[in-house]
């Protein structure tokens, strides 16, 4: 019940802010805590990475969570009819993937209504980054389908991949930008 | 509800329909916590039937407490409801607290006192600035309205922040905060701690008092439905933790009487139970209920801030509640301040609390109204029976009939135009529909 270590958040001598992590979900919805599970293992890298945040508070949370100047990389489990398991991975802020981005849950704002607002707002992140893991049980108390557990440590492979990429020369590879099943 | 190229604002459709029998149906209400629709049916000038529907699955929080350690209540029942986890927590450990025979005082409970503040702060600002004021401004969501209001949707944010740093200073942290326990909390603030957060506060509460002024500005329906309010009341202070339950219609109860006056039922048409008191039916809990009894408890400024607002000593108009959140907002930003002006460091973080045999129990004041728990638990600390009641599901009969005579009243709009004001109706109980369930369609159909 309660955490053995302390959340993610604490902004206090945090020297780069420039990139942020946030898993987004809620560990106790079944494959909905992908996103928070993939933060938590990212998050013993955080001094690499920049900064990892766990968000469980739906659009608003996700709204304070955003910086003006930063990559943002959000993690969270989806539903688009794929198998389940399947990772998606989307770049950038075009009107159209924003219309891609529905909630399925009528619980706080959406993330698509949190970037939005974001915008109009003029919070948004320089770039946005999405990876959406395909889930298929979400009611309480259910548990992590195999599939989506094994998606978040490929996912977390990858953002780490990503992450030391972009403090490279060359770029992360273009191959690697499209949606991968 | 998905973006706009537009401004957002809706424009009235078409001319008021002659009186004909119609179904309003909303298939899913926006701008609620939870899922909900609603269904009016109307035939002729008469409604023959409302129901606020309520398809949030049950969630039996009530059923997987039993056998569980009653150190376990505060944790688990925060698990209720995101949004507001501290009421859920303050209830369940006054409840625990009143089964083995303890109470909590001096700093302990005013740190209580300020942990609740900061729940409210969030809460009221999350539903005033972003799922209600679009209403009274003719936007369809808060994305819309902050496309024309920017600096005032970036400061309500601001304003949301601090309490929710409040919650997180306090509790652990800001959602299922980790820090309460039965008799106290497991760590204490520092006073340096304290203090910072104490100049937060001071430099957000011009926003607070902005946001007052703001919706005091709004254009309210004349709506003035007779109800019973009911609501803590305290002999000394504005209602949070404790105090005996009153009604606007002379009831006076401890808080262990609550069963004795109070009933929740099934409904066909909604997972959530209902409430009613066994004199009178229906009653309002809430906002403009803890106003409404507890006027003369607010500090001076804030009783010259509620006039300044347009609000006298009394109101009965839902669609007002609005302001009396943002006045409860002001409120809580100075008790917060002045629970972190006066505080001193010395306290154990918690009490001693030795569980017995017997019955519990705990009434506070949620953002949305009382929320009453009560336990009975065995001397071996396992919890053999739990009730928890929201205010929400309290609400939900008073909502219906809000709903009834506000149609009734207004049966000649065009139906859009209906068919929203239902939608504001029932936002101005900010349901927590998830909690009402432990728990907007609408639709309106013309016959």
Known sequence: MRDALPETRDHSGVKDRSRLVIGLGNEFRGDDAAGILAARELDPAAPLLGWVACCRGGGIELLELLELESTVILVDAAVSGKPVGSISRFEGLSPCLLADLRNCSTHSLSVQDALELARALGRLPERLVVYAIEGRRFKIGEGLSPEVRAAVQLVVIRIREEMAWRTSKTGYPESRKTSSP | ?447
Request: aromatic share 8%; proline share 6%.
């Open chain 2, 1 to 447: 509800m998905s973006a706009s190229e537009t401004s957002g604002r809706k424009a009235k459709q078409g001319s008021p329909k002659a009186a004909k029998s119609f179904t309003m149906k909303v298939e899913a209400l926006a701008r609620v916590e939870g899922e909900g629709g609603i269904l009016i049916k109307v035939r002729g000038n008469r409604v023959e039937d409302v129901q606020l529907k309520i398809f949030e699955p049950p969630r039996f929080f009530e059923a997987f407490l039993r056998q569980r350690h009653f150190t376990e209540a505060p944790d688990i029942t925060a698990r209720i409801c995101g949004i507001c986890p501290v009421a859920y927590q303050m209830s369940s450990v006054h409840a625990m607290e009143d089964a083995c025979g303890v109470r909590v005082e001096g700093p302990l409970r005013e740190l209580r006192r300020l942990f609740y503040c900061g729940e409210w702060i969030e809460s009221h600002v999350l539903h005033v600035a972003m799922l209600h004021a679009p209403d009274f401004l003719g936007y369809q969501s808060a994305i819309h309205m902050a496309k024309d209001h920017p600096e005032l949707v970036t400061k309500c944010l601001m304003l949301k922040k601090a309490g929710n740093d409040i919650v997180t200073l306090l509790g652990g942290r800001e959602i299922h905060p980790v820090n309460v326990r039965v008799g106290g909390f497991y760590r204490l603030p520092s006073k340096k701690e304290l203090l910072g957060l104490g100049e937060k506060l001071k430099e957000i509460r011009p926003v607070a008092a902005e946001l007052l002024s703001w919706v005091a500005t709004f254009t309210f329906p004349a709506f003035e439905p007779s109800y019973e309010f009911v609501a803590l009341r305290h002999p000394s202070e504005y209602p949070l933790c404790e105090g005996r339950i009153v009604s606007s219609k002379g009831l006076d109860i401890a808080v262990q009487d609550y069963e004795r006056h109070f009933v929740e039922e099934h409904v066909r048409h909604s997972n959530a139970l209902h409430s009613r008191h066994t004199a009178l039916g229906a009653y309002f809990a809430g906002p403009l209920a803890r106003y409404n009894l507890n006027f003369d408890r607010f500090p001076v400024p804030i009783q010259e801030a509620a006039r300044r607002a347009g609000l006298s000593e009394w109101c009965s108009n839902p669609f007002k509640s609005i302001v009396v959140r943002s006045l409860e907002t002001l409120y809580a930003v100075d008790e917060a301040l002045r629970i972190i002006s006066q505080y001193e460091e010395g306290a154990a973080p918690s009490v001693e609390v030795v569980p017995r045999d017997g019955i519990g129990a705990g009434c506070t004041e949620a953002p949305r109204g009382i929320l009453y728990h009560r336990y009975r638990i065995a001397s071996d600390g396992l919890i053999q029976e739990a009730k928890i009641v929201p205010p929400t599901s309290q609400n939900l009969r008073t909502i219906e009939e809000d709903l009834r005579l506000f149609v009734e009243q207004h049966i000649g709009l065009p139906q859009d135009e209906l068919t929203w004001k239902c939608e504001q109706t029932v936002r101005n109980y900010d349901p927590c529909i998830s909690c009402a369930t432990h728990f907007l369609k609408l639709e309106i159909i013309r016959e």
